[in-house]
């Protein structure tokens, strides 16, 4: 079920925000200072893809203060606006029964997406 459901993840625009997890993240690797900051972008690429059968979960020790200070600078440069888009197409898919599973997924990437330093994929 987590195949199929992946699978249909994929075709359903979860490759397209994969893609664009990871170009923006190559994107802000350019620069030394936007490099953590692209290495999130790539492990929320990473989620994008296969959601299904992964949680997004706190890594050991964490929240540190290192990830605190990092998701503050995080939200003040302006990164919650993927969180609120996902909340957006989370609640649009929730709208249809077949859509909450997909609908549930965007939840559960708004919130990685709003705090992404100290998270590990499983």
Known sequence: ?????NLL???????LIA???YLVGIVMCITIIGIP??????KLGTYALWPF?????NGPDEPGCLSVVMNLV???????????????????LCVTVVG??????????AVGSIFPF???IH
Do not use: T
């Open 53 to 57: 059968g992964h949680e997004l979960v």
């Open 19 to 21: 893609m664009i997890y």
């Open 37 to 42: 900051f692209g290495v999130q972008l790539f």
């Open 118 to 120: 100290g998270k590990e």
């Open 74 to 92: 995080w939200i003040l440069l302006g990164w919650w606006e993927i969180a609120i888009l996902h909340l957006v197409f989370g609640l649009i």
């Open 100 to 109: 909450i599973p997909w609908g549930l997924q965007h939840f559960k990437m």
């Open 9 to 15: 993840w994929l075709v359903l625009g979860g490759i």
């Open 1 to 5: 079920m987590k195949f199929l459901g």
